[in-house]
């Protein structure tokens, strides 16, 4: 057994990141300035996105892509159960109702069959969720939208750098909203990125995200000098401080080698535990793809064992391994069991991956020794509690 604890998850920061945020503090300009913008600017490059705004979570540009898409009030939102809460609570906040379409058994992603099953003459948008860091099958989702006239809103927290046929996610025809929370691919402590290529949706987030502040309008108002400004609406307090973008620029400079070293370690977990009946391991999808592996999230065959998921983790904190749980279905959670009254057998599949579902670790720093560990905890584990 492992003498000392590894978790399943830690942020990769370097004195570059360091160096960077102590020369935001002594240069006296810390929110909002030069090094938000440098980030922006590379973030655009790295995605190809036409638009890229920073934010202070992915939470709050799920919050302001509801009113920039005009969705509220008696609309309906189809997205996937397996998911965080934000992508489900940003819909319900703007008074629209999020509607459950179950997902694929091996990918875990939305199935979009089942996203066709859901669709009324309500419904105004779709929010995929690149479960993991691997891409939805967005030809068959932006089908989808065109045939029925949806938005796709593309919850992108895992897909920093995840690709979907030769694309990455970022430069697709939607928007789509990065999280740049400590856990994620990469940070910025915290963060969000807005992506677009509608230059007026681009342009209503850059207000909203500020004040409705005259001075981000950048096409009906010039920026000048003067102290002076209009409030052009009602906006919110979503800004990227300097501070963050800091750490995001030497973040999203490594983003490819910790993509890679995060592949590394899934493909060694695919491996070793390849033959270990008690666990239903993810799956790659059938499409070209650029996998990000934000997540390694097995499923527990409870069924084959005499406890369950969080016994499993529980046992495995005993042999100083960390585990994470992405995720108990939304339906499940009581404010949205009694909100939708969805019954498990309507997702079936979400529900039985909800019971077993447990995220092992994975991170650039960890090293194909830990990640040995992990199986061999595992493995530890299972033959104790075999039924
Ligand atoms: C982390 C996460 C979010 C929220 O990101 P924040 O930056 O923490 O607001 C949204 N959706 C998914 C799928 C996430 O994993």
Same mark, same amino acid.
């Given at each position: 057994?492992?003498?000392? #604890?590894?978790?399943?998850?830690?942020?990769?920061?370097?004195?570059?990141?360091?160096?960077?945020?102590?020369?935001?503090?002594?240069?006296?300009?810390?929110?909002?300035?030069?090094?938000?913008?440098?980030?922006?600017?590379?973030?655009?490059?790295?995605?190809?996105?036409?638009?890229?705004?920073?934010?202070?979570?992915?939470?709050?540009?799920?919050?302001?892509?509801?009113?920039?898409?005009?969705?509220?009030?008696?609309?309906?939102?189809?997205?996937?159960?397996?998911?965080?809460?934000?992508?489900?609570?940003?819909?319900?906040?703007?008074?629209?109702?999020?509607?459950?379409?179950?997902?694929?058994?091996?990918?875990?992603?939305?199935?979009?069959?089942?996203?066709?099953?859901?669709?009324?003459?309500?419904?105004?948008?779709?929010?995929?969720?690149?479960?993991?860091?691997?891409?939805?099958?967005?030809?068959?989702? #932006?089908?989808?939208?065109?045939?029925?006239?949806?938005?796709?809103?593309?919850?992108?927290?895992?897909?920093?750098?995840?690709?979907?046929?030769?694309?990455?996610?970022?430069?697709?025809?939607?928007?789509?909203?990065?999280?740049?929370?400590?856990?994620?691919?990469?940070?910025?402590?915290?963060?969000?990125?807005?992506?677009?290529?509608?230059?007026?949706?681009?342009?209503?987030?850059?207000?909203?995200?500020?004040?409705?502040?005259?001075?981000?309008?950048?096409?009906?108002?010039?920026?000048?000098?003067?102290?002076?400004?209009?409030?052009?609406?009602?906006?919110?307090?979503?800004?990227?401080?300097?501070?963050?973008?800091?750490?995001?620029?030497?973040?999203?400079?490594?983003?490819?080698?910790?993509?890679?070293?995060?592949?590394?370690?899934?493909? #060694?977990?695919?491996?070793?535990?390849?033959?270990?009946?008690?666990?239903?391991?993810?799956?790659?999808?059938?499409?070209?793809?650029?996998?990000?592996?934000?997540?390694?999230?097995?499923?527990?065959?409870?069924?084959?064992?005499?406890?369950?998921?969080?016994?499993?983790?529980?046992?495995?904190?005993?042999?100083?391994?960390?585990?994470?749980?992405?995720?108990?279905?939304?339906?499940?959670?009581?404010?949205?069991?009694?909100?939708?009254?969805?019954?498990?057998?309507?997702?079936?599949?979400?529900?039985?991956?909800?019971?077993?579902?447990?995220?092992?670790?994975?991170?650039?720093?960890?090293?194909?020794?830990?990640?040995?560990?992990?199986?061999?905890?595992?493995?530890?584990?299972?033959?104790?509690?075999?039924?």
């Amino acid at each position: 057994m492992r003498s000392t #604890f590894l978790p399943f998850s830690a942020p990769t920061i370097e004195d570059a990141e360091i160096n960077e945020v102590v020369d935001s503090l002594r240069s006296g300009w810390i929110t909002t300035g030069p090094k938000v913008k440098r980030f922006e600017e590379a973030f655009k490059a790295y995605v190809g996105a036409p638009f890229a705004l920073s934010l202070t979570s992915a939470t709050a540009g799920q919050h302001l892509s509801m009113p920039v898409l005009g969705i509220g009030e008696g609309d309906e939102v189809i997205t996937t159960p397996m998911t965080f809460a934000s992508t489900v609570n940003t819909i319900a906040i703007a008074g629209a109702t999020p509607v459950m379409a179950d997902i694929e058994a091996g990918t875990l992603n939305i199935d979009p069959e089942q996203v066709r099953r859901k669709i009324t003459s309500r419904t105004k948008a779709i929010i995929p969720v690149h479960f993991a860091g691997q891409s939805c099958d967005m030809d068959r989702i #932006f089908a989808l939208a065109r045939e029925y006239d949806l938005t796709v809103i593309e919850d992108a927290a895992h897909a920093a750098g995840t690709e979907y046929k030769g694309k990455r996610i970022g430069s697709l025809d939607s928007v789509s909203i990065f999280s740049f929370h400590p856990n994620k691919n990469m940070t910025t402590g915290e963060g969000g990125m807005f992506c677009t290529s509608d230059e007026t949706i681009a342009e209503e987030v850059a207000l909203l995200r500020f004040h409705g502040h005259s001075r981000e309008a950048w096409k009906r108002f010039p920026v000048n000098s003067s102290q002076d400004y209009d409030i052009l609406m009602p906006g919110f307090k979503y800004n990227m401080m300097d501070i963050q973008a800091a750490i995001g620029i030497h973040q999203l400079a490594k983003l490819d080698g910790f993509i890679e070293k995060r592949t590394e370690l899934a493909e #060694f977990y695919n491996r070793e535990l390849a033959d270990v009946a008690e666990l239903a391991l993810p799956q790659y999808a059938p499409y070209e793809q650029r996998h990000a592996w934000h997540l390694y999230t097995p499923l527990v065959r409870i069924e084959k064992l005499g406890i369950n998921r969080m016994q499993f983790m529980e046992e495995l904190k005993k042999q100083n391994i960390g585990s994470g749980l992405h995720y108990r279905a939304i339906h499940q959670h009581p404010y949205y069991r009694s909100l939708l009254n969805v019954p498990d057998q309507e997702l079936p599949v979400a529900s039985y991956a909800s019971e077993r579902i447990v995220s092992l670790p994975l991170f650039p720093r960890m090293t194909l020794d830990d990640a040995r560990d992990v199986v061999e905890a595992i493995k530890t584990v299972i033959a104790a509690n075999r039924r």
